[in-house]
């Protein structure tokens, strides 16, 4: 029987439904949406989100409207600002744009710190807090930003990470409140996706309150956006925030086993099989070993896939041979990539036992510096070339090891140490155990424990719930969450007091030692404690002002000649005499590196600045910078101090005092020898001289060969400027930074150690001046400037670039000294 037309036609109508049907089913099971296929492929983006924002200072009053669907679901946020007593209402919603008043708010980009920008206050009341009498108010701040979403990233996973914000931050997008963070020192994310505009549907705006009304620490903390903000693009089916965790273990001499965990996040709402393939390539891009995974993600949930390879004849890390390697990351869903990831990560051992620490199966002692974040000119928005620059600075004069004090870091600086060569004490800020403690702690070890500089870490510093029971509670859960997300690196405490008490140190894998009778106290516990494992965590804090060699409690200066002492550190380079005799205590931290803000010891107002650097603020040497010079180098080293300028003083007795690592060291006084003495490791040469002025050479000799020598000599009055630059050429990203060191010369071109000349700044082409800074512990000029006056011979200028190629020109000019020029090209 034949089939009638309208039969026919049914039957290929049911096929044709059939086939829609099984089509749609196939779809079904590869997990293929409409969106999927648009994204297919796409994989993440991660965009410097620190251009074009906008900055208000001070509160603004902020009106959430209440709907019938609850308190906090808005579509903006209505802000008032007080401007000339006349309320003025602004909105983060674009839509409202016309009644926003860019003129109440001005342009910024980030990293950037308000507080510094600020005039210093003298306020006795605060006593022993970190203004310590002098200091720069806080306060609150808003930062606003208006940015545009493709319609095609549609359906992907967008974030945005803040890298730091001085602190108790709150964030808005498009008038919904996302969430708030308090630390000022550990990062911050959040979801974007669903309260973005995409496309024609309008410019999204995120708004950021900043309250930094309270502090954390006792040092200089600044107030805003300080660190760099990212925003983040990922299929949902993505590599996990901090989602790899990269191990080593030399499994032979010629073989490293790396061990990658890696975290895949499924955000649809179907099950997803995805395939994970490590390719670990070297610092060329050389493919040197490559694992595949295949494994079933189940709807809104995370995944750790567990992977082995190995590199053959591995390049090992260490401060002198950074050597890195890098695990690409790749997930894929039907053989389309859906996401991309990179870890950095090297191969090296780390062992701290009671002989000392040894890396890569040698002892390795520890040269390290204690050091907070802020710089000359710029607080702690520091440009990543500025952090660069520090580390340079330290590595210069022999270091080889950074103590984070008394915080997590920025990200990159830790990059930095990875590829310059810097072990890292990475440190936690807070001794608590409590939901936001310990929520600060795993971001800090979560994003940190890759790096292969870390080699310890340290729960605190110096708290006074030290060596209680309470205390030891805390420490122990601390300690333990360490352990369990990272079981590679031991973990200390950085202790000024209760080290045997309470049970505090039992539960530390290294117990560390900040000073403590000048060294006795660790020596005394290696004899009591023989089980104890010790690290000398911070040593030294010797005060001194650079180019000062006369105490003045008026202006705040104290003698680089040991005139006054803290009781509890001891002088420069002698702290290296304990390392070397008792070489179980591993090493140690100096404090510090570089001046910071804050923290006067022993002075309060007018002086703002900390004496403990062997640095200043600018990085400028002081005296006590060539002590671990010439302990922590082989580069012959011999340096006298105090300068030769001294009218009025001839016939006076004065003491010539000495830092050298040479055998013996001769000192001549124009032409004629004073004599020649011995040197005795990590302890300062002095002499007796009576003044006259000239020339003042002391000469350094190595088994009875001379290798070096130092002049210092009498100036006569300042005459030129002169300029000199880190760099010549700078990209033109409108980020990167030369650091332009200004001195004060006489005629014949030597710097006149006491001149203290007001410095005048101009600038032409593609750049900007962001900060001047003269090292003087005393100076309340502005820091955002175009003049600076010198300071014992020196001041400094800091200069960004735009983003346009070019050519700078920056002049300095003083009234009655011939003028200088710097040419820096960018491109």
């Given at each position: 029987?034949?089939?009638?037309?309208?039969?026919?036609?049914?039957?290929?109508?049911?096929?044709?439904?059939?086939?829609?049907?099984?089509?749609?089913?196939?779809?079904?099971?590869?997990?293929?949406?409409?969106?999927?296929?648009?994204?297919?492929?796409?994989?993440?983006?991660?965009?410097?989100?620190?251009?074009?924002?906008?900055?208000?200072?001070?509160?603004?009053?902020?009106?959430?409207?209440?709907?019938?669907?609850?308190?906090?679901?808005?579509?903006?946020?209505?802000?008032?600002?007080?401007?000339?007593?006349?309320?003025?209402?602004?909105?983060?919603?674009?839509?409202?744009?016309?009644?926003?008043?860019?003129?109440?708010?001005?342009?910024?980009n980030l990293p950037h710190d308000w507080c510094v920008e600020g005039t210093f206050v003298n306020d006795k009341s605060i006593g022993s807090s970190p203004a310590?009498?002098?200091?720069?108010?806080?306060?609150?701040?808003?930062?606003?930003?208006?940015?545009?979403?493709?319609?095609?990233?549609?359906?992907?996973?967008?974030?945005?990470?803040?890298?730091?914000?001085?602190?108790?931050?709150?964030?808005?997008?498009?008038?919904?409140?996302?969430?708030?963070?308090?630390?000022?020192?550990?990062p911050s994310n959040y979801d974007l996706t669903d309260v973005l505009r995409y496309g024609n549907e309008g410019?999204?705006?995120?708004?950021?309150?900043?309250?930094?009304?309270?502090?954390?620490?006792?040092?200089?903390?600044?107030?805003?956006?300080?660190?760099?903000?990212?925003?983040?693009k990922t299929d949902k089916l993505h590599v996990d925030r901090f989602g790899t965790y990269v191990t080593t273990s030399l499994a032979r001499p010629d073989q490293a086993d790396v061990n990658v965990k890696t975290n895949i996040k499924n955000e649809y709402g179907v099950v997803k099989n995805i395939t994970l393939v490590s390719k670990i390539v070297d610092n060329k891009g050389v493919v040197l070993d490559t694992k595949t995974s295949s494994q079933i993600i189940e709807p809104f949930s995370t995944t750790e896939l567990s992977q082995k390879g190995s590199i053959q004849k591995p390049l090992l890390w260490t401060p002198e041979t950074p050597n890195l390697y890098r695990v690409l990351t790749e997930v894929s869903e039907n053989g389309i990539i859906v996401d991309n990831y990179e870890t950095t990560f090297g191969v090296r051992t780390i062992e701290i036992n009671r002989k000392g620490v040894f890396l890569n199966g040698k002892l390795y002692p520890v040269k390290g510096t204690c050091n907070h974040q802020d710089f000359a000119g710029i607080g702690v928005a520091l440009p990543d070339k500025i952090n660069e620059y520090k580390l340079k600075l330290l590595k210069e004069m022999g270091s080889n090891a950074y103590r984070c004090s008394h915080h997590p870091p920025t990200p990159e600086l830790l990059d930095m140490c990875d590829r310059m060569g810097l072990?890292?004490?990475?440190?936690?800020?807070?001794?608590?155990?409590?939901?936001?403690?310990?929520?600060?702690?795993?971001?800090?070890?979560?994003?940190?424990?890759?790096?292969?500089?870390?080699?310890?870490?340290?729960?605190?510093?110096?708290?006074?719930?030290?060596?209680?029971?309470?205390?030891?509670?805390?420490?122990?859960?601390?300690?333990?969450?360490?352990?369990?997300i990272d079981p590679t690196r031991p973990v200390t405490a950085a202790m000024n007091h209760g080290r045997n008490e309470g049970g505090y140190s039992d539960v530390l894998d290294v117990v560390g030692y900040n000073y403590g009778d000048k060294g006795l106290a660790y020596v005394k516990d290696h004899e009591k404690y023989p089980n104890r494992i010790e690290f000398c965590t911070e040593a030294t804090s010797f005060i001194s002002t650079r180019g000062e060699y006369q105490n003045d409690w008026g202006k705040g200066y104290v003698s680089n000649l040991g005139l006054w002492q803290p009781n509890w550190g001891p002088l420069p380079g002698e702290d290296w005499a304990?390392?070397?005799?008792?070489?179980?205590?591993?090493?140690?931290?100096?404090?510090?590196?570089?001046?910071?803000?804050?923290?006067?010891?022993?002075?309060?107002?007018?002086?703002?600045?900390?004496?403990?650097?062997?640095?200043?603020?600018?990085?400028?040497?002081?005296?006590?910078?060539?002590?671990?010079?010439?302990?922590?180098?082989?580069?012959?080293?011999?340096?006298?101090?105090?300068?030769?300028?001294?009218?009025?003083?001839?016939?006076?007795?004065?003491?010539?005092?000495?830092?050298?690592?040479?055998?013996?060291?001769?000192?001549?006084?124009?032409?004629?020898?004073?004599?020649?003495?011995?040197?005795?490791?990590?302890?300062?040469?002095?002499?007796?001289?009576?003044?006259?002025?000239?020339?003042?050479?002391?000469?350094?000799?190595?088994?009875?060969?001379?290798?070096?020598?130092?002049?210092?000599?009498?100036?006569?009055?300042?005459?030129?400027?002169?300029?000199?630059?880190?760099?010549?050429?700078?990209?033109?990203?409108?980020?990167?930074?030369?650091?332009?060191?200004?001195?004060?010369?006489?005629?014949?071109?030597?710097v006149v150690p006491t001149a203290a000349n007001q410095v005048k700044f101009s600038i032409e082409g593609p750049g900007v001046i962001i900060g001047t800074g003269n090292g003087n512990p005393s100076s309340h000029e502005p820091d955002k400037a175009s003049q600076r006056m010198a300071f014992n011979g020196y001041c400094l200028v800091l200069v960004q670039?735009?983003?346009?190629?070019?050519?700078?020109r920056l002049k300095a000019q003083s009234e009655t000294l011939k003028g200088a020029e710097v040419v820096i090209k960018v491109q």
């Amino acid at each position: 029987m034949k089939n009638t037309p309208n039969q026919i036609n049914n039957q290929l109508f049911n096929m044709l439904l059939r086939g829609i049907a099984l089509l749609f089913a196939v779809l079904l099971a590869l997990n293929v949406t409409a969106q999927d296929r648009l994204n297919a492929g796409s994989e993440r983006t991660r965009d410097n989100f620190d251009f074009n924002w906008q900055f208000h200072k001070g509160d603004i009053a902020i009106k959430r409207a209440v709907k019938a669907a609850g308190y906090g679901g808005l579509t903006d946020i209505n802000v008032k600002v007080e401007t000339n007593k006349e309320a003025i209402v602004a909105y983060t919603d674009v839509d409202k744009a016309a009644t926003f008043k860019p003129e109440d708010w001005r342009e910024v980009n980030l990293p950037h710190d308000w507080c510094v920008e600020g005039t210093f206050v003298n306020d006795k009341s605060i006593g022993s807090s970190p203004a310590v009498s002098g200091y720069l108010p806080g306060g609150i701040g808003f930062y606003r930003k208006e940015f545009e979403i493709p319609e095609a990233d549609k359906g992907k996973k967008i974030t945005i990470e803040f890298d730091g914000i001085f602190r108790n931050s709150t964030i808005w997008v498009n008038g919904q409140l996302l969430g708030t963070h308090q630390s000022g020192y550990t990062p911050s994310n959040y979801d974007l996706t669903d309260v973005l505009r995409y496309g024609n549907e309008g410019k999204n705006v995120v708004l950021v309150k900043v309250d930094a009304t309270e502090y954390e620490g006792w040092w200089y903390e600044g107030c805003g956006i300080y660190r760099h903000v990212w925003l983040n693009k990922t299929d949902k089916l993505h590599v996990d925030r901090f989602g790899t965790y990269v191990t080593t273990s030399l499994a032979r001499p010629d073989q490293a086993d790396v061990n990658v965990k890696t975290n895949i996040k499924n955000e649809y709402g179907v099950v997803k099989n995805i395939t994970l393939v490590s390719k670990i390539v070297d610092n060329k891009g050389v493919v040197l070993d490559t694992k595949t995974s295949s494994q079933i993600i189940e709807p809104f949930s995370t995944t750790e896939l567990s992977q082995k390879g190995s590199i053959q004849k591995p390049l090992l890390w260490t401060p002198e041979t950074p050597n890195l390697y890098r695990v690409l990351t790749e997930v894929s869903e039907n053989g389309i990539i859906v996401d991309n990831y990179e870890t950095t990560f090297g191969v090296r051992t780390i062992e701290i036992n009671r002989k000392g620490v040894f890396l890569n199966g040698k002892l390795y002692p520890v040269k390290g510096t204690c050091n907070h974040q802020d710089f000359a000119g710029i607080g702690v928005a520091l440009p990543d070339k500025i952090n660069e620059y520090k580390l340079k600075l330290l590595k210069e004069m022999g270091s080889n090891a950074y103590r984070c004090s008394h915080h997590p870091p920025t990200p990159e600086l830790l990059d930095m140490c990875d590829r310059m060569g810097l072990l890292v004490l990475d440190e936690n800020r807070m001794l608590s155990s409590s939901e936001e403690g310990i929520k600060d702690l795993k971001a800090m070890l979560y994003r940190d424990r890759n790096h292969p500089s870390i080699f310890m870490w340290s729960m605190e510093n110096e708290e006074w719930i030290q060596g209680t029971v309470t205390g030891a509670r805390i420490l122990k859960t601390l300690v333990d969450i360490t352990h369990k997300i990272d079981p590679t690196r031991p973990v200390t405490a950085a202790m000024n007091h209760g080290r045997n008490e309470g049970g505090y140190s039992d539960v530390l894998d290294v117990v560390g030692y900040n000073y403590g009778d000048k060294g006795l106290a660790y020596v005394k516990d290696h004899e009591k404690y023989p089980n104890r494992i010790e690290f000398c965590t911070e040593a030294t804090s010797f005060i001194s002002t650079r180019g000062e060699y006369q105490n003045d409690w008026g202006k705040g200066y104290v003698s680089n000649l040991g005139l006054w002492q803290p009781n509890w550190g001891p002088l420069p380079g002698e702290d290296w005499a304990d390392i070397v005799k008792y070489p179980y205590l591993g090493g140690l931290f100096v404090w510090t590196g570089f001046d910071y803000r804050g923290e006067p010891t022993p002075y309060q107002w007018p002086c703002v600045t900390s004496h403990f650097g062997f640095m200043d603020i600018c990085g400028f040497p002081k005296d006590g910078y060539y002590a671990y010079k010439a302990a922590w180098t082989n580069e012959p080293v011999v340096h006298i101090f105090p300068h030769w300028n001294w009218p009025g003083k001839d016939g006076d007795s004065i003491k010539v005092h000495c830092y050298t690592n040479c055998d013996e060291v001769e000192l001549w006084l124009n032409g004629k020898s004073i004599g020649r003495q011995k040197a005795i490791p990590y302890t300062k040469l002095i002499w007796n001289l009576i003044y006259k002025p000239g020339k003042l050479e002391a000469r350094g000799y190595k088994n009875g060969k001379l290798v070096t020598k130092d002049v210092v000599e009498t100036t006569t009055a300042p005459a030129q400027l002169a300029l000199k630059s880190d760099c010549r050429l700078l990209k033109a990203d409108g980020t990167d930074v030369a650091v332009i060191q200004v001195a004060l010369k006489d005629a014949k071109g030597r710097v006149v150690p006491t001149a203290a000349n007001q410095v005048k700044f101009s600038i032409e082409g593609p750049g900007v001046i962001i900060g001047t800074g003269n090292g003087n512990p005393s100076s309340h000029e502005p820091d955002k400037a175009s003049q600076r006056m010198a300071f014992n011979g020196y001041c400094l200028v800091l200069v960004q670039s735009n983003k346009q190629a070019g050519e700078i020109r920056l002049k300095a000019q003083s009234e009655t000294l011939k003028g200088a020029e710097v040419v820096i090209k960018v491109q």
